[in-house]
Nanobody
Framework: QVQLVESGGGLVQPGGSLKLSCGVSGYINRIYAMAWYRQTPGKERELVAI???????NYTDSVKGRFTISRDNAKNAVYLQMNSLKSEDTAVYYC??????????????????WGQGTLVTVSS
């Protein structure tokens, strides 16, 4: 069974940095887009950053200039480098991916994957 596995969360002081990593475990034919979402208690899950096939990336306004999303297509992995962290960045961060789970040369099979979530706490 294909799934996303995340790592890299933890406790960091305001102004500090963290890097989140997410990789695919299991078979997937091709990934078209990968992203990072975050969620705090009582709020809806928010799209933080997304990177599509070809490398184009978009960010929510609150993280522009501080966060960088990147992909390693060979490893089916996505990363989120978070700099100048603020207390309001505290959340559970989820990795997301969309792709084709079909067999090579076979029919297209839409697949949407979520990671288990990793907690990022920004506090002094």
């Amino acid at each position: 069974q294909v799934q996303l596995v995340e790592s890299g969360g933890g406790l960091v002081q305001p102004g500090g940095s963290l890097k989140l990593s997410c990789g695919v475990s299991g078979y997937i034919n091709r990934i078209y887009a990968m992203a990072w979402y975050r969620q705090t208690p009582g709020k809806e899950r928010e799209l933080v950053a997304i990177i599509i096939d070809g490398g184009r990336a978009n960010y929510t306004d609150s993280v522009k200039g501080r966060f960088t999303i990147s992909r390693d297509n060979a490893k089916n992995a996505v990363y989120l480098q978070m700099n100048s962290l603020k207390s309001e960045d505290t959340a559970v961060y989820y990795c997301w991916a969309e792709g084709d789970g079909g067999q090579p040369g076979g029919d297209y099979k839409f697949v949407e994957l979520w990671g288990q979530g990793t907690l990022v706490t920004v506090s002094s």
